[in-house]
């Protein structure tokens, strides 16, 4: 069992930078490939990028490409997201996600998710 636990979302300009988190529980954070999901009002939940589980492999959707970025700290149990000039349009409810590999996990095939943390930019 792994629980994910997201931190970091807020109210931030647009332009703006936020940086979110994602601490993992268990001895096990190291076998899963990771990634970030986000879900804006009213739409479907939708891939943002994943990290594979030595962090060598990095992916991301062509809406965030250059402007985000997403690592992880194996020793922590951590994941983060850095997201630089944000845009109204990446508000959404951000989630943290699990897979067995970044295969799996880029088809939404997650075996946890965490609770999501709120990102909201004002134009």
């Known amino acids: 069992q792994v629980q994910l636990v997201e931190s970091g979302g807020g109210l931030v300009q647009a332009g703006g930078s936020l940086r979110l988190s994602c601490a993992a529980s268990?001895?096990?954070?190291?076998?899963?490939?990771m990634g970030w999901f986000r879900q804006a009002p009213g739409k479907e939940r939708v891939f943002v990028a994943y990290r594979s589980r030595a962090g060598g492999t990095e992916y991301y959707g062509d809406s965030v490409k250059g402007r985000f970025t997403i690592s992880r700290d194996n020793a922590k149990n951590t994941m983060y997201l850095q997201m630089n000039s944000l845009k109204p349009e990446d508000t959404a409810v951000y989630y943290c996600a699990a897979a067995a590999n970044s295969l799996l996990l880029r088809r939404g095939t997650v075996d946890y998710w965490g609770q999501g943390t709120q990102v909201t930019v004002s134009s």
């Open positions: 268990g001895r096990t954070f190291s076998t899963y490939a």
